[in-house]
């Protein structure tokens, strides 16, 4: 199962290996206020989750 941190909440939980945008849907998080990465890389919202993947789920900053 696929490992997702979640930067915000700073804890990590486990999902079936799905889509991240329908996680993101299940955790209720808007995905345009958040950066994911998926081993370091970052990815968008509809790609496939594999087993091993170790994902983040990073707020977006701004600032000015």
Not at 5 to 24: F, H, M, P, Q
Not at 49 to 58: A, F, G, P, V
């Amino acid at each position: 199962m696929p490992t997702v941190y979640l930067e915000r909440e700073e804890k990590t939980v486990k999902i079936k290996e799905i889509e991240i945008k329908e996680k993101l849907k299940i955790l209720k998080i808007n995905p345009t206020t958040v950066i994911i990465a998926r081993n370091n890389e970052i990815i968008t919202e509809d790609v496939k989750l594999n087993k091993d993947d170790e994902i983040r789920i990073l707020p977006v900053i701004s600032g000015g």
